[in-house]
């Protein structure tokens, strides 16, 4: 079992930044990927960033050049910087873990942190 703890959000005006952080704790595997995704209102859970332990990152197109996903293993902590925020990032922030050991699958989520930017 892996638990995540997430950490960073608020309310902020566009324009603005913030920085949430996602603490992985149990049994962790030393090849990985940690991502944030987020929820919006009446919306789909969609991907925003992903790294995994090998630091290999991935952003969906509308955060591309604005957030930046990073990673301490030795923390097994990610992170996700998040510039220019804008009105339509409002959202739940959701921390995941994914591992595949072996022939199993070990996909774990965070129980989200609201993010708000006011216009």
């Known amino acids: 079992q892996v638990q995540l703890v997430e950490s960073g959000g608020g309310l902020v005006q566009a324009g603005g930044s913030l920085r949430l952080s996602c603490v992985a704790s149990g049994r962790i595997w030393s090849i990985n990927t940690m991502g944030w995704y987020r929820q919006a209102p009446g919306k789909q859970r969609e991907l925003v960033a992903t790294i995994t332990s090998g630091a290999t990152t991935k952003y969906t197109d509308s955060v591309v050049g604005r957030f930046t996903i990073s990673r301490d293993n030795a923390k097994n902590t990610v992170y996700l910087q998040m510039n220019s925020l804008k009105p339509e990032d409002t959202a739940v922030y959701y921390c995941?873990?994914?591992?595949?050991?072996?022939?199993?699958?070990?996909?774990?989520w965070g129980q989200g942190t609201q993010v708000t930017v006011s216009s």
């Open positions: 995941n873990y994914y591992a595949t050991p072996g022939l199993t699958v070990r996909d774990f």
